[in-house]
């Protein structure tokens, strides 16, 4: 098992930034972790958990929602297997819980960290 977990998430004012964390342990050494893109997914109030960025094993492939494109960084450190999110010039829209996730098919996940943006 791979286990996950985010933090860094907060109440921010429209316009600001935060940089929330994915630090991944367990087998990290497995086939079930080596190789699999990292994603992060956002869940507002009432709407269903959409992925918004994803970055492949090696970071050399990228994948970034429209609502987020250009707003965001997803920094990856595979030495200390963590994954970042940095988001900047932040909207109440962007309010939502935030979860990293791994494996095949997303078959990992963090416990999710909230993210809340006032106007």
């Known amino acids: 098992q791979v286990q996950l977990v985010e933090s860094g998430g907060g109440l921010v004012q429209a316009g600001g930034s935060l940089r929330l964390s994915c630090a991944a342990s367990?087998?990290?050494?497995?086939?079930?972790?080596?190789?699999?893109?990292f994603g992060w997914h956002r869940q507002a109030p009432g709407q269903e958990r959409i992925l918004i960025v994803k970055?492949?094993?090696?970071?050399?492939?990228?994948f970034y929602a429209d609502s987020v494109k250009g707003r965001i960084t997803i920094p990856k450190d595979n030495s200390k297997n963590t994954v970042h999110l940095q988001m900047n010039s932040l909207k109440p829209e962007d309010t939502a819980v935030y979860y990293c996730?791994?494996?095949?098919?997303?078959?990992?996940w963090g416990q999710g960290t909230q993210v809340s943006v006032s106007s």
């Open positions: 970055i492949s094993w090696s970071g050399g492939n990228t």
């Open positions: 996730s791994t494996g095949a098919g997303w078959a990992y």
């Open positions: 367990g087998r990290t050494c497995s086939v079930d972790y080596i190789g699999y893109a």
